[in-house]
């Protein structure tokens, strides 16, 4: 029995903790440095009267304008609000403010309007399905939730349950479910009568195949798939009695292909012990985020991200996902692997379970199927989610995706005060990928949101952005300017630089920090300063 360590907090933002301490131990020296600027900027003007007094006296002259010289940046200490504007508060955060959540909002309500397809008629109770539904979600490997659509609406497992079977029978007998099941996709039907040239089922996702590991399970115990399944999802699922009967009453080609299985040789349970065992897996009750979760643990190793439960080990995770990728998608999956090139499982209930092998696992559900038997609109929304955030396993970026300790991270960060405008700076490094992008943003909500006009991006120390980073920088930015803030970025000229200059705009790009009062003046968020009316000659310094 697989066990795990005590399972951590499950709060999302773990990272705001750390940073907000790092906050508390930088305040002293935050106040000091706003004193210091302080004492500075009266010294100065002490300095500018002083001589002025002087110029008085021995000139004699009239007044004439003289420009202020360039105001004085000062920091804010985080303790101290600089401005309140509209503050969201934690909820409104991830549909308002994380670009993750807008692209999934923009995708669904996209392809909610394509009606192709049908509804699975061969099990009756599935036809009960509400065609319009359409709902997604997205879970990190680091526990972070993205949701989108009907994602809360459940439906029954049905053939993405064969994935998890698969990996509880390899938990208890690896040897014995190797040498019984092939790992080959069959290029047919998910239902097709086929065994291989050894007599045994091609692969584990197609019906013949997942029947025979369900005879394999320890006592044929559903208690302990259901409880599997469970562990993945990181809740309590049950299953739908009504759409179990139904596939019961109807499953006639499912009982020939258990009692060819026992025919051969192979069926380690009786056909009616086996069947009901994989009528009732099939029949198991999830929703978007479920699908999105059991995808994020196979995506960590085999460790749910929420709970920090060991679910399976991370050899099986390996095996799953092999066959996943050439089987899941039943003969479309050579099309899938070309098109969105990701290990995923589908079920004629209109879900698909979809794996970004150390960053993230995708779940989608909508019920209208193809004449393959996979979700019209999730194919779909799998598809531009690859394409658009560059998830392709083999897209050039994958490989530097999945590595951690490269994500972004914040250097510094302070408030300013740049003619007037309060701006938020975080000095950036690292890899901008889709997880590193989405914390930036939550760390930025979270402590700087509501006392900030301007959010500058200061990446002049080694940052790098993917493809998934580049569109969320670009919809955070056009979020930004909709309420009432904008988003600037100082790099210097790099490949980054011109992807992000093609993405927002020069109106969003200065070279270096010096630039940023020019900039803020040339989009209209500050005013050129009024100049003092000082008496004496023009080149007095």
């Not at 309500?109 to 049908?118: D, F, L, P, V």
Request: net charge neutral.
């Amino acid at each position: 029995m697989v066990t795990g360590p005590p399972k951590p907090k499950t709060d999302n933002m773990k990272l705001f903790e750390a940073m907000a301490a790092r906050h508390e131990m930088n305040q002293q020296t935050l106040q000091a440095a706003a004193a210091t600027s302080g004492t500075e900027q009266s010294a100065g003007k002490g300095n500018r009267m002083t001589k002025r007094r002087s110029s008085e006296v021995a000139t004699n002259s009239s007044w004439t304008p003289k420009p202020q010289p360039p105001p004085v940046i000062h920091v804010v200490p985080p303790s101290q609000p600089v401005v309140t504007i509209s503050p969201l508060s934690a909820s409104q955060f991830t549909a308002s403010i994380s670009p993750l959540s807008v692209l999934l909002a923009n995708i669904v309500e996209k392809y909610r309007a394509n009606s192709s397809g049908k509804l699975a008629d061969y099990i009756p109770a599935l036809t009960r399905a509400n065609p319009n539904h359409c709902g997604v979600c997205i879970v990190t490997t680091t526990g972070e939730t993205y949701v989108a659509g009907d994602w809360d609406v459940e439906f029954t497992i049905q053939s993405i349950s064969k994935a998890l079977t698969y990996d509880l029978a390899l938990l208890q007998k690896k040897k014995e479910v190797l040498a019984k099941v092939g790992v080959e996709p069959s290029g047919e039907a998910f239902n097709s009568v086929k065994i291989d040239s050894r007599g045994r089922p091609p692969n584990p996702m197609v019906n013949i195949g997942a029947i025979q590991i369900a005879s394999m399970i320890d006592d044929n115990d559903f208690a302990r798939i259901l409880g599997h399944f469970s562990k993945y999802s990181g809740r309590q699922l049950r299953v739908d009695e009504e759409v179990c009967a139904s596939e019961t009453e109807t499953g006639f080609k499912n009982f020939a292909l258990a009692y060819l299985l026992k025919n051969q040789g192979l069926l380690e349970a009786s056909v009616e012990k086996s069947t009901s065992t994989y009528f009732r897996q099939c029949s198991v009750l999830i929703n978007s985020k479920d699908l999105a979760m059991i995808a994020a643990t196979l995506a960590n190793c085999g460790v749910n991200p929420v709970t920090g439960e060991i679910v399976t080990q991370s050899s099986n995770v390996a095996q799953v996902l092999s066959v996943m990728a050439t089987c899941g998608m039943y003969n479309y999956a050579g099309s899938w692997m070309c098109e969105v090139g990701l290990p995923a499982k589908s079920g004629v209930g209109g879900g698909i379970c979809c794996v970004v092998p150390g960053v993230l696992g995708v779940g989608v559900f909508s019920p209208l199927l193809d004449e393959v038997g996979n979700s019209v609109r999730g194919i779909e929304i799998c598809h531009e989610l690859s394409e658009v955030l560059g998830l392709s396993m083999f897209q050039p970026f994958s490989m530097m995706l999945a590595v951690p300790f490269t994500q972004a991270v914040i250097l510094s960060e302070s408030i300013q005060i740049v003619s007037g405008v309060p701006c938020a700076i975080l000095k950036i490094t690292g890899n901008m990928s889709i997880v590193g992008t989405e914390r930036v943003v939550a760390y930025y909500h979270k402590l700087y949101f509501d006392r900030s006009r301007v959010l500058v991006f200061d990446m002049n120390a080694q940052v790098r952005f993917d493809s998934g980073g580049l569109v969320l920088t670009e919809l955070f930015s056009k979020t930004m300017k909709k309420s009432g803030r904008f988003l600037i970025v100082s790099m210097e000229r790099s490949s980054s630089s011109l992807k992000l200059h093609e993405k927002l705009g020069a109106e969003a790009m200065i070279p270096e920090l010096s630039a940023l009062e020019t900039k803020l003046m040339s989009v209209g968020l500050a005013k050129p300063a009024v100049p003092d009316l000082v008496e004496g000659n023009e080149n007095e310094e």
